[in-house]
């Protein structure tokens, strides 16, 4: 099924990667700003909050019909500030410490599950909270207590072992990057 973009036609369209999980989207762009290129750090909108991104490329029917066809579309917001990414840099440094309470709460609770990654949205929304396990967990508990610890929508993604290596691994065995890693790049 081929996609189809809904934007106004005075609107740029750019392909861009966005979150933890490098997960690509479609955004809108006000064709008043000059054209973004390749490595552009932008803000966007998506449906799970504001937040970072690269651009890729612009959105052209060809690029387009290499992507899935259930991509999302959105709101491109601005080229990033300064100040955006300082405020991104203290949401990653902070990840670190909001990981390692994340994981005393799960061994506090004894859940069965290796956390992998905790991932702050820019704007935030919201913490999102990676984790591999064993079949179905049961954390609607979990969720209620990281609420009240970081005052924020907790949101729980299961993920696996492809996912996980993307997510944590850098380097591979044989020295290069990760392919898992750097996939459509």
Known sequence: ???RLTFSGNMKRYIARYGAMRLLGIFAHSAEDSNLFHGTKVIV???RG???AIV???ATAEAIAELPPEMEENRLIR?????DENESRKIREGERDDFFRCQAIVKRMKIGMDLVRVEHIFGGERLIVYYVAEGRIDFRELVRVL???FQTRIEMKQI???DETKLVADVG???REVCCNSYLI
């Open 173 to 175: 065995d044989c020295g």
């Open 1 to 3: 099924i081929p996609l």
């Open 45 to 47: 909108r998506t449906s």
């Open 56 to 58: 890729l490329c612009e």
């Open 79 to 83: 080229i990033m500030t300064l100040t």
């Open 50 to 52: 504001l937040e970072t």
């Open 147 to 149: 609420a009240s610890e």
């Open 160 to 162: 696996g072992v492809r």
